[in-house]
């Protein structure tokens, strides 16, 4: 099968799209956070195609996007209170939210927990696909499992090339991270995710908010996140997380890179090094690829995971990668870049 990449302005592509999603089928859809890969979030057959397209754990549960708040009663039970205050501030936009859900979501989408995940995205070609496909659609980022995140048509085309007929082109994602994940179904609201809500946001609006340490699933037979047990967002290169002040982080790469590719070979100072780092502390070298400058979360997050493919493509062996601070959006950021990681090397 050929993928082709279809304008999501074009209403009908649309259409075409909303066909597939209602034969059961699969597409590539375009959303504010990153690219998705949809399907009929009701019909069990529809979602485990996801799983096997994306070779995607069948223990990692979906997000189910909506078109309107009103329609969370499809799939949710027992709706609380701050589900209201939530939505009134943060929907349409980068906000999942997990609640008791209905029998009628089938356990493939909720990996068999009794709570689903929802999102009522920004996107306004997604939010017509989900009105005319006239059913809410599950859809976790459209890249192969472990890989970085799509934010571009031709980045979902290139991983999932012959395994979808359309991928729905709405542009590159202006945010660039994953939604925020806020576990509401108990007594006080967890951030389970970090992503493009603000945890200042979030504390902004609610009494109270914690934030879950997803580390602590790695021990218990019951995770309360289950995808966050995983390696993710990861180049084929080994990633070297350097966390501290920009000055201390920029100078220890500038370091590394007068070592790397210059030791005897097959050692490991003999490896291809190529480096991810804030505008405004790289060095002009074409090993380096820049994601914004170190104050500018919003662009780090918007360029962070088409600068991990563009080291991918280098065929970098290490990639050393500066951490931003974890303020605002920078929270979400710094938690993929340690995501991606196999060392953190704290300076
Ligand atoms: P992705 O769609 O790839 O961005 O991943 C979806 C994220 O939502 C993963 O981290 C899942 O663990 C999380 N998630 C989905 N459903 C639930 C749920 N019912 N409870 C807790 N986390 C969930
Ligand atoms: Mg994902």
Redesign the pocket.
């Known amino acids: 099968m050929e993928t082709k990449i279809l304008d999501a302005n074009l209403d009908e592509n649309i259409e075409i799209c909303a066909e597939i999603i209602k034969s059961g089928g699969l597409v590539g859809v375009p959303t504010e956070t990153?690219y998705?890969l949809g399907a009929n979030a009701l019909c069990s057959d529809a979602v485990v195609k996801i799983f096997t397209a994306k070779g995607?754990q069948p223990d990692?549960?979906?997000?189910v996007h909506i078109a309107a708040p009103s329609d969370v009663g499809i799939i949710v039970k027992d709706i609380p209170a701050v589900f209201y205050t939530l939505s009134e501030a943060f929907w349409p936009g980068s906000l999942?939210l997990?609640m008791k859900?209905c029998d009628t979501v089938p356990d493939s989408v909720?990996?068999g927990?009794d709570?689903?995940?929802v999102r009522m995205p920004e996107h306004p070609a997604m939010l017509n696909l989900i009105k005319k496909s006239a059913t809410p659609i599950a859809?976790?980022?459209a890249n192969l499992s472990g890989k970085p995140?799509p934010t571009k048509a031709e980045h979902v085309k290139r991983d999932l090339y012959g395994k979808i007929q359309y991928v729905l082109d709405g542009g590159n994602c202006r945010v660039g991270v994953?939604?925020t994940?806020v576990?509401i179904s108990g007594d006080i609201p967890q951030i389970?995710?970090p992503g493009g809500v603000t945890y200042e946001e979030l504390a902004g609006v609610l009494d109270i908010v914690e934030i879950y340490n997803a580390a602590d699933d790695l021990a218990v037979d019951a995770p309360?996140?289950?995808?966050?047990k995983y390696r993710h967002y990861a180049p084929k290169a080994q990633v070297i997380a350097v966390v501290g002040s920009p000055e201390k982080t920029a100078k220890h790469i500038r370091q590394r890179f007068e070592k790397f590719g210059k030791g005897p070979k097959s050692s490991e100072k003999s490896k291809k090094i190529a480096a991810l780092m804030f505008d405004d502390f790289a060095a002009e070298n074409q090993s380096i690829v820049t994601f914004g400058a170190y104050a500018d979360h919003n662009a780090q997050a918007s360029g962070l995971f088409d600068s991990l493919r563009k080291l991918d493509n280098m065929n970098a062996e290490v990639i050393y990668a500066q951490v931003p601070d974890e303020k605002g959006l920078g929270f979400a950021v710094a938690n993929r870049i340690l995501k991606a990681a196999t060392t953190v090397e704290k300076l």
């Open positions: 990153v998705g995607r990692n549960p979906l997000i999942t997990i859900k909720t990996a927990l709570t689903v995940a859809a976790p980022s995140s994953e939604s994940v576990d389970l995710r309360r996140s289950p995808g966050m």
